[in-house]
């Protein structure tokens, strides 16, 4: 079966640095995604890896391994309002978007 | 700017009676998904559209219809809610293109519908 895993919750301190981690088994990999959602809201789209690496983008960066079938979401310099939920999706070998049921940040001053 | 609309967003129905929620995009994209999110669960996948072809799910129950009459509009229709359908509606749409290293087939969401069933 297909399955990805990421923490139920996860609390930090505003302005310091967290580091949300995916793991993931699927039939085949067309990429993985980042998505930010707050509570009541959609998905917002943060960030796609498909080649090994980092990459980044302003206070996020987003990290790839393929052999290892393992992501993780960096945030630095938090922010309150970054507190909402991370949800890591890979995209299948059918192009499918499977989806894990996302890390709740918490950010406490 | 370019977007993915839902109307409305906030939707309040009797149980058993039939509700259609509309999604629409200036996207142009060629494929629509619609799904389902409970609180604290993944978005689940009902059905989706690349371009006027339907692609249903396996576990998606016969309560749920959906319409694409064009591009840019898509609707779902729930035949008979039962209590076990509130939730949030994602409407999300994709370019359908499958150039992986130029980005993937991001979806782009719409703000959602927020069910009730009473």
């Known amino acids: 079966g297909q399955n990805i895993d990421q923490p139920t919750e996860m609390t930090a301190t505003e302005g310091a640095i967290v580091q949300i981690n995916c793991t993931y088994q699927?039939?085949?990999?067309?990429?993985l995604f980042w998505y930010q959602q707050h509570a009541g809201e959609a998905p917002t789209f943060l960030s796609y890896n498909v080649l090994d690496g980092l990459e980044e983008k302003g206070r996020f960066s987003s990290f790839l391994s393929r052999s290892k079938g393992y992501s993780y979401l960096l945030l630095k310099e938090l922010q309150m309002k970054d507190s909402a939920s991370y949800l890591c999706a890979v995209l299948d070998s059918n192009y499918q978007l499977i989806w894990g049921a996302g890390t709740k940040l918490i950010i406490k001053p | 700017d370019a977007m993915v609309i839902q109307n409305p967003r906030y939707q309040v129905t009797q149980f058993g009676k039939p509700v259609t929620l509309s999604c629409s995009q200036t996207l142009n994209h060629n494929v629509m998904y619609w799904y389902q999110q409970k609180s604290s669960q993944a978005p689940k996948l009902l059905f989706h559209?690349?371009?006027?072809?339907?692609?249903n799910e396996a576990d998606t129950p016969d309560n749920f219809q959906s319409r694409r009459p064009n591009t840019s509009f898509c609707f779902l229709d729930i035949r008979s809610p039962g209590l076990g359908d509130a939730a949030m509606y994602l409407c999300?749409?994709?370019?359908?293109?499958?150039?992986?290293?130029?980005?993937?087939?991001?979806?782009?969401f719409g703000p959602g519908t927020r069910l009730t069933v009473l």
């Open positions: 699927t039939s085949g990999f067309n990429g």
């Open positions: 999300a749409t994709s370019s359908g293109q499958e150039a992986s290293y130029l980005g993937g087939d991001t979806q782009y």
């Open positions: 559209y690349y371009d006027k072809d339907f692609n």
